[in-house]
């Protein structure tokens, strides 16, 4: 069974750094690409990041660039977001998701962790 | 920051037909990209609804089904029922921003 468990959410200074990560089990993570994919409270769905299998491909929402890092270790089947310069209007409930290995979607959502941007 | 556009909200009562538009622009579904459809229960992460337009994953009911056609989409859900209320995202790729895109969302309500 496909699993991914987000962590490391919570609340955060403006200005402050925060990392999220995601554990993913069940499947050969290496050979999927993900995405860290966001909701703030009330609002709707936006792609913040994405990183191929390899890591050789990355890309950030144009909110975010300059400020976020993804990254990955496939060793440890896990997947990354480093957060830097947060602001207000990053928070949100972060959630990592499984880009399917045939289609332009998401087959996979883990259960988010939220980060609350607030002084 | 949604580029694909879908009604605020729907409405239908017990075993009625309701649907969702779902739409884009020529940098997205009209250039042929395949649409794609989630389920978010409240406070619960999204899942996968319908791919590929108008494809199933295994598990989901058969009275949801999708369609395409030019630079819009839709889903139709064929007597709703109680456990349908939900927010519903549609989704697709865009190659002006080169990432994939969501629609506003949709909440269904069920009379």
């Known amino acids: 069974e496909v699993q991914l468990v987000e962590s490391g959410g919570g609340l955060v200074k403006p200005g402050g750094s925060l990392t999220l990560s995601c554990a993913a089990s069940?499947?050969?993570?290496?050979?999927?690409?993900m995405k860290w994919v966001r909701q703030a409270p009330g609002k709707g769905l936006e792609c913040v990041s994405s990183?191929?299998?390899?890591?050789?491909?990355?890309k950030y929402a144009d909110s975010v660039k300059g400020r976020f890092t993804i990254s990955r270790d496939n060793a440890k089947n896990s997947l990354f977001l480093q957060m830097n310069s947060l602001r207000a209007e990053d928070t949100a409930v972060y959630y990592c998701?499984?880009?399917?290995?045939?289609?332009?979607?998401?087959?996979?959502w883990g259960q988010g962790t939220l980060v609350t941007v607030s002084s | 920051q949604s580029v694909l556009t879908q009604p605020p909200s729907v409405s239908g009562a017990p075993g009625q037909r309701v649907t969702i538009s779902c739409t884009g622009s020529?940098?997205?579904?009209?250039?042929?990209?395949?649409v794609h459809w989630y389920r978010q229960l409240p406070g619960t992460a999204p899942k996968l609804l319908i791919y590929?337009?108008?494809n199933r994953p295994s598990g989901v009911p058969d009275r949801f089904s999708g369609s395409r056609s030019g630079t819009s989409a839709s889903l139709a859900i064929t007597g709703v029922q109680a456990e349908d209320e939900a927010d519903y995202y549609c989704?697709?790729?865009?190659?002006?921003?080169?990432?994939?895109?969501f629609g506003t969302g949709t909440e269904v309500t069920v009379l």
């Open positions: 590929g337009n108008k």
């Open positions: 069940g499947f050969n993570f290496k050979s999927y690409g």
């Open positions: 998701a499984r880009a399917a290995a045939a289609g332009n979607y998401f087959d996979h």
């Open positions: 989704q697709s790729y865009d190659t002006s921003l080169d990432d994939y895109v």
């Open positions: 020529s940098s997205n579904i009209g250039t042929g990209y395949d």
């Open positions: 990183i191929s299998g390899s890591s050789s491909d990355i």
